[in-house]
């Protein structure tokens, strides 16, 4: 959570008196985002650019435009990851 924090991807966030952290809804809102494109393969330049549009001015296209450019790069990694188990299959089913 700290790094997310120094990236700039979440918080600043809230601190009791005791210094225990203390998340909001929103904050809990950008840590599941954050932890679903994390395990989508989403590196961290790909999470600041997103913030970035999600927190600026643009429009609700820029944010289709990034999700599908980014679900296509995920569609390709999934064909490989694909074309990669069917090897391993073959081999198995040769060494059996």
């Known amino acids: 959570m700290r790094y997310y924090e120094r990236e700039g991807l979440i918080g600043p966030i809230q601190r ?8 909001t809804e929103d904050d809990v809102f950008w840590i599941g985002l954050i932890t679903c494109f994390r395990e989508a393969g989403l590196g961290i330049a790909d999470l600041r650019s997103f913030v970035a549009i999600l927190r600026a001015d643009h429009s609700a296209q820029d944010r289709v ?3 599908r450019e980014r679900r296509a790069a995920l569609e390709q990694r999934a064909a490989a990851l694909a074309r990669a188990m069917e090897v391993l299959d073959d081999k198995i089913a040769y060494y059996s």
Do not use: V
């Open 16 to 23: 009791s008196l005791g210094g225990r952290r203390e998340y």
């Open 65 to 67: 435009t990034f999700l």
